[in-house]
């Protein structure tokens, strides 16, 4: 009889009332505690399989208001990262894109080989390891080279020099040697750039003696 009991809650419920139960007068019937509904529990291992299985995945958006082709960007952005595996893109909502590249390396050259530009706008871009919406991935971010030039090689340590391009912003790399490809007496740094304000043109260094 116990079992019959537990089993017949909502025929009970709709006999006393004489209509179909709602969902809350169902959930109540189940007797479950707020552990039991709270959410589903994944092992910390199985969540390691997973991202193992889903990487190599960054969430971009172009830094503009004005509407633009879909299909256009993404067909640029090929052309432009030149990626040695096939890449897709998914939209995720207007101006939100969430790529899937297949190799390690496609994957850091669209993260960290831009900034990528998309008809003179600055891409945004963040990696994502899946753990969350892609939707609720914060796109407020511009990754850039900066030049800083003349500094006296008494001061040209690397150490020295990101702490000078700190006062820019968020420091990611220190290329002492610059690029083969560009001449002249500079340190190039790769910065995080805030999108919403304004990069400084200028970063002064000043002598300290004690």
Same mark, same amino acid.
């Given at each position: 009889?116990?079992?019959?009991?537990?089993?017949?809650?909502?025929?009970?419920?709709?006999?006393?009332?004489?209509?179909?139960?709602?969902?809350?007068?169902?959930?109540?019937?189940?007797?479950?505690?707020?552990?039991?509904?709270?959410?589903? /529990?994944?092992?910390?291992?199985?969540?390691?399989?997973?991202?193992?299985?889903?990487?190599?995945?960054?969430?971009?958006?172009?830094?503009?208001?004005?509407?633009?082709?879909?299909?256009?960007?993404?067909?640029?952005?090929?052309?432009?990262?030149?990626?040695?595996?096939?890449?897709?893109?998914?939209?995720?909502?207007?101006?939100?894109?969430?790529?899937?590249?297949? /190799?390690?390396?496609?994957?850091?050259?669209?993260?960290?080989?831009?900034?990528?530009?998309?008809?003179?706008?600055?891409?945004?871009?963040?990696?994502?390891?899946?753990? /969350?919406?892609?939707?609720?991935?914060?796109?407020?971010?511009?990754?850039?080279?900066?030049?800083?030039?003349?500094?006296?090689?008494?001061?040209?340590?690397?150490?020295?020099?990101?702490?000078?391009?700190?006062?820019?912003?968020?420091?990611?790399?220190?290329?002492?040697?610059?690029?083969?490809?560009?001449?002249?007496?500079?340190?190039?740094?790769?910065?995080?750039?805030?999108?919403?304000?304004? /990069?400084?043109?200028?970063?002064?260094?000043?002598?300290?003696?004690?």
């Amino acid at each position: 009889m116990a079992a019959e009991k537990e089993g017949g809650g909502s025929s009970e419920i709709a006999r006393d009332t004489g209509k179909e139960p709602s969902l809350e007068e169902l959930l109540r019937s189940l007797n479950l505690w707020g552990e039991d509904i709270e959410g589903l /529990c994944v092992a910390k291992s199985v969540v390691e399989n997973l991202k193992e299985e889903k990487k190599w995945m960054p969430v971009i958006r172009v830094l503009t208001s004005k509407p633009f082709s879909a299909a256009s960007l993404k067909q640029t952005l090929r052309f432009a990262w030149a990626p040695t595996q096939e890449v897709t893109f998914r939209d995720v909502e207007e101006n939100r894109f969430l790529v899937q590249a297949n /190799c390690l390396g496609d994957w850091k050259r669209i993260t960290e080989q831009g900034p990528w530009i998309f008809r003179d706008y600055d891409l945004l871009i963040e990696k994502f390891d899946g753990s /969350c919406r892609a939707a609720a991935v914060e796109l407020n971010r511009i990754h850039a080279w900066v030049r800083i030039h003349d500094i006296p090689e008494l001061y040209r340590q690397k150490k020295l020099i990101k702490g000078l391009a700190g006062n820019i912003d968020e420091v990611v790399q220190v290329d002492m040697n610059g690029s083969r490809l560009e001449f002249g007496d500079f340190v190039r740094v790769r910065v995080w750039l805030d999108a919403a304000r304004t /990069c400084r043109g200028r970063v002064w260094h000043r002598r300290t003696y004690t």
